[in-house]
Nanobody, 120 residues
Framework: QVQLVESGGGSVQPGGSLRLSCAASGSIFSINTMGWYRQVPGKQRELVATITSGGSTNYADSVKGRFTISRDNAQNMVYLQMNSLKAEDTAVYYC??????????????WGQGTLVTVSS
């Protein structure tokens, strides 16, 4: 089993920055990809950014150039540095970890979420 705990959410003015952290524990050796997703009330959860165990990254078009995902495998942490924040970035942000074997999703785990509010 893998457990994920997010931290770092909060309120910030437009144009500001925040850094989200996600600590993974448990069977961390089995994790392939980690990522960040976000959700606003009434909408589907959407991908923000992912990073593989090898360091390959993927970003939603809406955050490219503003957000940076990084991973510290030694510390079992994944981070999301968010710069130039906009009101539309307001959401609950969820950390995700998954294991894929031969192209098949074996399991998928979510953290409890952390709220990011961008408002003047």
């Amino acid at each position: 089993q893998v457990q994920l705990v997010e931290s770092g959410g909060g309120s910030v003015q437009p144009g500001g920055s925040l850094r989200l952290s996600c600590a993974a524990s448990g069977s961390i050796f089995s994790i392939n990809t980690m990522g960040w997703y976000r959700q606003v009330p009434g909408k589907q959860r959407e991908l923000v950014a992912t990073i593989t165990s090898g360091g390959s990254t993927n970003y939603a078009d809406s955050v490219k150039g503003r957000f940076t995902i990084s991973r510290d495998n030694a510390q079992n942490m994944v981070y999301l540095q968010m710069n130039s924040l906009k009101a539309e970035d307001t959401a609950v942000y969820y950390c995700n970890a998954e294991r894929v074997v031969a192209g098949v999703l074996v399991w998928n785990k979510w953290g409890q979420g952390t709220l990011v509010t961008v408002s003047s």
